[in-house]
């Protein structure tokens, strides 16, 4: 245990030290904040704050004019008063609510150059509905001008997810990408550490001390800590973010953090990197340089970052047969039931066989790395060819006697 500890240690410091590794943990942080700095930007800056006008020919809002509060609604008596307003600046535009408004005739929206702001105009039709339903108990005017609201919910877990919840959405869109760029990260520290030292020569002095599988797990442990300091510095300043956006702006305010989603990132998160871990070694004992690897695992990286491909098919059908099949999926089961977690209710035993196919993979990933690893070692300058490959998977002889003319 001491040795893959030291080897961690030296893993994780080397990574650490990197200036992609602080490039990329400290440029997340400030692209997310970046974000979240134009969201409130745009929910409290309206760009126009004078009145929108109207002029009402039907007589329906006099009795509301109460409702329109902010932003402000003038009323005109007629038209060309209105238009007055509007030539000398003093409105943003005005409505026209014609005399056969309740007949079918529609409203007419008058303006110079830009249309008038989108709240001053929600505010004008809040206007009007309020006085079509004058006459109905608050209770039912408030439903109707709310509209319908759905809160879809589990019989299988009890989650609930609310269908005007736009939160609910980005939150899972950003911990798929988080886990993306700190996973893939650390898959090609992880290729580049084995493809060196195996170019450098110094793994036949560790191999002198160091069993396959106690140098891979110590160097899977340190990349392990590099990805959980990424996650953790990311997820602190998202929080941080959200909390500072919620009292700038009533946009994030209420927000909670989605505790069940987070269970599922970290519980995800370990087969995931394992997997991950595994390929990336075994594909470092393969290949003969780090060049060809990076080419190699770029090929292979496709196949757990499929779901951005086909984030607008899993978006609009999110229980459909190609979004249950990608949750099954060990390389894209995460992923996709990141993306699904916002738009619907993942069904319990979906999550269940993914994971538990996700956790099979990874141990058989991690078990032909270290058998990989043990075989190509010590084939400085060389690819293994498949029959190779094989005879170290089933353990034949051949394999070490491979090795040995490898070596020699």
Same mark, same amino acid.
């Given at each position: ?59 329906? /809002?006099? !009795?509301?004019? &109460?409702?329109?509060? #902010?932003?402000? *609604? +003038?009323?005109?008596?007629?038209? $060309?008063?209105?238009? =007055? ?46 006085? /079509?339903? !004058?006459?109905? &108990?608050?209770?039912? #005017?408030?439903? *109707? +001008?709310?509209?319908?609201?759905? $809160?879809?919910?589990? =019989? ?58 106690? *140098? ?193």
């Amino acid at each position: 245990m001491i040795k893959q500890w030291q080897v961690a240690k030296h893993e994780y410091v080397k990574a650490v030290r990197r200036r992609s590794f602080i490039l990329t943990t400290l440029g997340f942080p400030l692209l997310f904040a970046a974000i979240i700095g134009f969201s409130v930007l745009l929910a409290t800056n309206s760009g126009d704050d004078r009145p929108l006008g109207y002029v009402d020919e039907t007589g329906l /809002l006099v !009795a509301s004019q &109460s409702a329109a509060d #902010s932003p402000p *609604l +003038q009323p005109f008596d007629n038209e $060309t008063a209105a238009r =007055a307003a509007l030539d000398a600046g003093n409105v943003q535009g005005y409505y026209v609510l014609p005399a056969g408004y309740l007949t079918g005739q529609q409203p007419r929206l008058v303006y110079l150059t830009e249309p008038p702001a989108d709240d001053a105009k929600q505010a004008f039709s809040r206007l009007v509905r309020a006085a /079509l339903l !004058a006459d109905v &108990s608050p209770e039912v #005017s408030n439903r *109707l +001008q709310n509209g319908l609201s759905v $809160t879809m919910q589990s =019989a299988d877990d009890g989650r609930e997810l609310g269908s005007d919840d736009f939160l609910s959405f980005l939150v899972p869109l950003f911990a798929g990408m988080f886990y993306v760029f700190a996973v893939l990260t650390s898959a090609g520290y992880m290729l580049q550490a084995v493809t060196t030292e195996k170019e450098n020569r110094t793994v036949e002095v560790m191999a002198t001390s160091l069993s396959p599988l106690q *140098l891979i797990t110590g160097k899977a442990a340190g990349l392990f800590g590099v990805a959980m300091t990424q996650l953790t510095i990311w997820g602190t300043a998202a929080v941080v973010a959200l909390a500072i956006a919620g009292v700038a702006t009533d946009l994030f305010r209420g927000f909670q953090i989605p505790w069940s989603l987070m269970a599922v990132v970290v519980i995800y998160f370990v087969p995931s990197f394992a997997l991950v871990a595994g390929i990336m070694i075994a594909l470092g004992g393969v290949v003969a340089d780090s060049q060809q690897g990076q080419q190699i695992a770029g090929i292979v990286n496709l196949f757990f970052v499929m779901p951005f491909f086909l984030f607008a098919a899993i978006l609009a059908r999110p229980d459909s047969p190609l979004a249950v099949a990608m949750t099954l999926f060990p390389t894209t089961a995460f992923l996709t039931v990141a993306m699904r977690w916002g738009v619907t209710i993942v069904p319990a035993w979906q999550m269940a066989v993914g994971l538990v196919g996700l956790v099979i993979c990874a141990v058989i990933a991690v078990w032909v790395a270290a058998r990989v690893f043990r075989i190509g070692m010590l084939s400085y300058g060389q690819r293994l060819d498949w029959r190779t490959v094989r005879a170290a998977l089933s353990g034949r002889n051949n394999a070490g006697s491979k090795t040995s003319e490898v070596a020699s």
